[in-house]
Every structure is written in structure tokens, then in C-alpha cells.
């Protein structure tokens, strides 16, 4: 499943590639992103603030990308808005983890999907480094259900 949702995310998200962002988990209990510092520099030599938010967004994408391709649920997912909160700089590898949502969350989620074609979820993701809580994430998700 990791190799999968990797190579799905280098070829139709291109920065994921430029970052060298890495699956290391991808199951129904949450989505693990990984990405090294080399790519994602800034002038200080720590991660670039905008990688951090860019792996916590398609942490909590692909989470709800695999789980909507798992169902056999064609949508258009977009993000809406999201917020980060800094803790501290990354100094190396960082990660953004996405824990898996509640079973009520996600059945109201899809249903509102099936019954009006539109669904909208929060998702939160913890981002690490070398042990250390770089951050934090929250963001709100758009399902657009395709039509067959």
C-alpha cells in the first residue's frame, strides 16, 4: 500500500517528488509521511516552513485519498483551509503523521458525500523530527463526488 500511494503522489503531485517525500506508513490506522532536510532547506539550515505544511497537507490528503480509493469512491479532494502551528525548527528528516479518524466521523462524512455529493472533514496531523514535536496541523477537506 506504501509503494502505491508513493508512487501515485510522486506522479500526479509533482512537489512531493521535489521534496523526496517518502511513504512509511499508509494503512487504516493513518497515513506517515517522511521527507529529508536537503530539499527542503531554508537560509537558517533548518526545514523550510512551507515543506512542514506542504507534508502535513498531503499527509492528511492521502489519508483521505486512500480511504476514499479503498470504499471505490470517486471524488475530486481538495483542501479548503488549513492551520499550522510551529513549535520548533527542523533540523533533519522530518514527518507528518495522520492518525485514523473515528468510524462515526468518517460514516457521517461519506454519507453526506453519497446523500448530497459534497463532504467536508477536519483533519489533524502531528509533525515530528528526530523525536521532537516540530508542529501542528489542522485542515478542512472538500470530497466532490464524481459522477459515472
Partial sequence: MES?????LHEHIPLSRMMEVT?????????????????????????FGGSLSALAILSAWSYLHMRLTQESI???????HNSMHYNEPGLGTFEATVDAIADGQWLRFSRTLHRMGKARITLHAALTGHGRHLGSFEGQFVAIRQQS
Wanted: charged share 15%; with cysteine.
Fill in 23 to 47: 511513504v512509511v506508513k499508509a494503512n487504516p490506522t493513518g497515513v506517515q509521511l517522511s521527507a529529508p532536510i536537503a530539499p527542503n532547506i531554508n537560509h537558517r539550515d533548518s526545514v
Fill in 4 to 8: 502505491d500511494l508513493q508512487r501515485y
Fill in 74 to 80: 470517486a471524488c475530486r479532494l481538495v483542501i479548503q
